[in-house]
Nanobody, 121 residues
């Protein structure tokens, strides 16, 4: 059983910062790419940032220069540092992991439960 547990969401004023964390635990043979997605009310879930197992990163255009994704492989944890937050960043943020649970298993997608980020004055 694999679990992704997110933390760090909350309410912040425009221009403020938050740091999200997501720890993966359980039967993990190999952790590949990890990422953060978000879903605002009435909108589709969208990719925010992605980091591969060799630390290659990519970002949505809307967050480039403001958000930074990083990972700690020893802790199976991915982080999202969010600076200069805007009201349009308000959404539920979901952690995603592409991983294998054994040498012989296929890669599979796992998701966290989501954490609310609200940017408002």
């Amino acid at each position: 059983q694999v679990q992704l547990v997110e933390s760090g969401g909350g309410l912040v004023q425009p221009g403020g910062s938050l740091r999200l964390s997501c720890a993966a635990s359980g039967n993990i043979f190999r952790l590949n790419a990890m990422g953060w997605y978000r879903q605002a009310p009435g909108k589709q879930r969208e990719l925010v940032a992605l980091i591969t197992n060799v630390d290659t990163t990519s970002y949505a255009d809307s967050v480039k220069g403001r958000f930074t994704i990083s990972r700690d492989n020893a802790k199976n944890t991915v982080y999202l540092q969010m600076n200069s937050l805007k009201p349009e960043d308000t959404a539920v943020y979901y952690c995603h992991a592409d991983l294998k649970i054994s040498r012989w298993s296929s890669r599979a997608d796992y998701w966290g439960q989501g954490t609310q980020v609200t940017v408002s004055s």
